[in-house]
T-cell receptor, first 113, second 111 residues
Framework: QQQVKQSPQSLIVQKGGISIINCAYENTAFDYFPWYQQFPGKGPALLIAIRPDVSEKKEGRFTISFNKSAKQFSLHIMDSQPGDSATYFCAASVHQGAQKLVFGQGTRLTINP | DVKVTQSSRYLVKRTGEKVFLECVQDMDHENMFWYRQDPGLGLRLIYFSYDVKMKEKGDIPEGYSVSREKKERFSLILESASTNQTSMYLC??????????FGNGTRLTVT
């Protein structure tokens, strides 16, 4: 069963625009929500992560927004750049040290120059 | 910098062959993982190991087995490869309370 649902599957944004990727989860025991970024030919790498005791976390141009009551979280990329073109995965686990990280389906982001 | 190395970048095998995918990490991490990546399905966990000689099934273990004889090495085995196992395979490792570090993947084609 898919415990983390991610949308959209693909996204095209103009340079300088805002990219938004959404994820929804089912398991209310999840309390660690990372985002991974994957460039072609490379493995995914941790981009940013949030725990549910905060509603927002910002690192540079990347922001995670978290809505615990709706069981949703999203990644916002401000001032999107062509170098941000990659596949993005949201994920969730019961705690940060948990063995099993459940991933969303992935979003292929393309930033047009 | 953590390095997770997968021995093959591309692999082509025939149906019914026994296939070994090898993964080595250099950070003395206790935990190692094998995922497969398919378009529209994201990353799905096949097996993981939290110690030498220990293994746990992930979400899609059918048709796969694993071996962890040394802490730094985690092997994924396809006992009898089938065409539905054509996929990108990603190995990852993690220490206690640290993020997953992935290798660059092995693209396996079974014909």
């Amino acid at each position: 069963q898919q415990q983390v649902k991610q949308s959209p599957q693909s996204l095209i944004v103009q340079k300088g625009g805002i990219s938004i990727i959404n994820c929804a989860y089912e398991n209310t025991a999840f309390d660690y929500f990372p985002w991974y970024q994957q460039f072609p030919g490379k493995g995914p790498a941790l981009l940013i992560a949030i725990r549910p005791d905060v509603s927002e976390k910002k690192e540079g141009r990347f922001t995670i927004s978290f809505n615990k009551s709706a069981k949703q979280f999203s990644l916002h990329i401000m001032d999107s750049q062509p170098g941000d073109s990659a596949t993005y995965f949201c994920a969730a686990s019961v705690h940060q040290g948990a063995q099993k990280l459940v991933f969303g389906q992935g979003t292929r982001l393309t930033i047009n120059p | 910098d953590v390095k997770v190395t997968q021995s093959s970048r591309y692999l082509v095998k025939r149906t019914g062959e026994k296939v070994f995918l090898e993964c080595v990490q250099d950070m003395d991490h206790e935990n190692m993982f094998w995922y497969r990546q398919d378009p529209g399905l994201g990353l799905r966990l096949i097996y993981f190991s939290y110690d030498v000689k220990m293994k746990e099934k992930g979400d899609i273990p059918e048709g796969y087995s694993v071996s962890r004889e040394k802490k730094e090495r985690f092997s994924l085995i396809l006992e009898s490869a089938s065409t539905n196992q054509t996929s990108m395979y990603l190995c990852a490792s993690r220490g206690a309370n640290s993020p997953l570090h992935f290798g660059n993947g092995t693209r396996l084609t079974v014909t």
